[in-house]
């Protein structure tokens, strides 16, 4: 996750390709939900900083990543897009109806497009940063994103400079023998039935 950049533009044929790879990620009933709005305006930048609280990151002692970041690529999801899908003959359940979502896989879906656009990025020679939707204001009048759609967050694309690493690192990674599991979660966990 970078968190400065050069003001250096970054290609357009590279960001359609960073773009590309997020509609490439894997899609519940290939539903097709996540799409992407892809800024370069210096004022439109500008504008999605200011939103996002960027003085915030800067009084704290951080460069001005998002408006400094060359491109945003703002994804968003539509949930309706799943609902649609799973609505039709061959996604129904056995007594004809939409599946019970047992997990929102709209979410989902957006996980890995974000996964496949920082991928991408780095694949392309740059840095990506991301910054969720939590914290975005309301990007969605901003860039004209129709209702149907939810923001998921913006990825910063551009080329990457020194920058102030994030204190949540000084945690340090869990222990692997902590968070992977093999045939089973652990001895420990079984209740005897």
């Not at 709005?37 to 439109?44: K, N, P, S």
């Not at 975005?136 to 129709?146: E, F, K, Q, R």
């Not at 998921?152 to 690192?169: E, F, K, N, W």
Request: aromatic residues 8%.
């Amino acid at each position: 996750m970078a968190r400065n950049y050069a003001t250096t533009p970054v290609p357009r044929p590279a960001l359609e390709r960073i773009a590309r790879a997020a509609m490439r990620a894997p899609s519940a009933g290939f539903s097709q939900g996540v799409a992407a709005v892809v800024v370069t305006g210096v004022e439109t930048r500008a504008r999605i900083a200011e939103l996002s609280g960027e003085a915030g990151y800067v009084e704290a002692g951080m460069e001005p990543w998002i408006s400094r970041a060359p491109a945003h690529i703002v994804l968003v999801v539509s949930e309706a897009a799943y609902h649609r899908r799973y609505r039709e003959p061959d996604k129904l359940d056995e007594k004809g109806r939409e599946i019970d979502w047992p997990v929102p896989y709209w979410w989902v879906d957006a996980g890995a497009a974000l996964m496949a656009v920082l991928l991408a990025a780095i694949n392309e020679g740059l840095a990506a940063g991301f910054l969720g939707s939590h914290a975005m204001g309301d990007i969605s009048a901003l860039l004209g994103i129709p209702i149907e759609y939810s923001p998921v967050g913006v990825v910063t694309v551009g080329y990457p400079r020194p920058d102030r690493r994030s204190g949540s690192l000084a945690r340090g990674h869990r222990p692997p023998d902590q968070v992977i599991h093999w045939e089973e979660w652990s001895p420990d966990w079984r209740v005897d039935f």
